[in-house]
């Protein structure tokens, strides 16, 4: 049940990058966003991905920490 209740949050937490990431192109600035904040953020995910990496626990919820990584990076692009 654990990975499921990991997935679960993951989805949740990330959905909000896909949508910052439109606001953000559409306004063609992403002035209010920390760029302190989103390195944090980037931190957390790829620590995450490390431990399932390092655990040997590769599963699906891996999948949605690379999903959200890589959502965060491109907010880290625009």
Wanted: aromatic letters at 12%; proline letters at 3%; charged letters at 10%.
């Amino acid at each position: 049940m654990s990975p499921i209740f990991e997935t679960i949050m993951l989805i949740c937490f990330g959905i909000s990058w896909p949508l910052n990431l439109v606001k953000a192109y559409k306004a063609g600035t992403a002035k209010g966003t920390s760029l302190a904040f989103i390195l944090l953020i980037i931190t957390g995910y790829l620590a995450g991905i490390a431990a399932k990496l390092t655990g040997g626990d590769l599963n699906y919820v891996l999948a949605a920490y690379l999903f959200n990584v890589v959502a965060v990076a491109l907010n880290l692009a625009v």
